[in-house]
């Protein structure tokens, strides 16, 4: 959803430059667009990762043409930024300033990176729990309640959810984990390397081996979720469990939820991420009332795989204020 995706860089813009950012010469649509390249590009190099011999063949060498011109491309649109804002207190552009023996280039590319993970991991997670609400009218209305219940049946839909109230909607919070366990925003995660000579389940893994964790799998695991191709919620409450097994089980589920990556390449903005999108879906259930924009014709829930994990069909849907 192109709204959702804007309103995220504008956010990410505010973080990056300080609150003075303002959107001049179309930066979020320019950087919307060096985004989108970005993604297209990233597909063909998971494949050079995984099949090291395809770097070679004719076809992709010019990909990596196209990935040198887009470089140019995100400095163009990042650098006056730089210059613009350079002045601006608290942000993360200041910090990055302060480190004496950055570049410009490596400055640049921090701020990108900041853009790049942050809008589609919030903007597509946002998008693909409307969809799932969108098709179990039950599972929306539990949202709709539990906000309710919180902030009082006066409550007018003018009034927005603050970042204080979001901890409290434990349900909402059960919505947003099951929907990235269900559809993980980088199903391969960032690509790692072997730091050194090791096995794995007898495996020998050489040091310098490109190592490609397929958090998918791990989210689909049978022997660690109940019906692993439901939505269901109610599994981060731990309704799903009885007796001696319950810690057992709900140990396991939360060691397995990896969306955001583990170890030292775990997303930094994991815990940011998580309470946007709480919000954000928050804050637009409470406000209306989302179902099929014709009777039976639900969203595509059909995956399209590039770096991430989009919709193949982006979302469209009836709103009615609530």
Known sequence: MVPLRRTTIQLIGRFCFGVEFEDKDGFVENIDAVMEETIRLSGHARLV???EFTRYIP???LLFKEAYELKH?????IRPYIRRYKSSTNCFLQFLLCQEDYSEEVVI????EQFLLSTDSTSNATSWALAYLI???KIQQKVYAEVQELTGNGHSREEMITVEEVSKLKYVNAVVKEVLRMKPIAPLAVPHQAVCDSSLMGMKVRKGTPVMVNIYAVHYDPTVWVEPQRFMPERFLGALNDGGDKNKATLAMERSLIAFGAGRRICAGMDLAKLQVALTLANLVNSFRWSCVSEGKFPDLT???FFILRMKTPLVARIVPR
């Open 59 to 61: 076809g992709f060498r």
């Open 73 to 77: 491309k995100i400095e163009e649109t």
């Open 135 to 137: 098709h179990d009218e």
């Open 109 to 112: 590319f921090n701020l990108f």
């Open 49 to 51: 990762d995984v099949f």
């Open 303 to 305: 995956e399209d795989l």
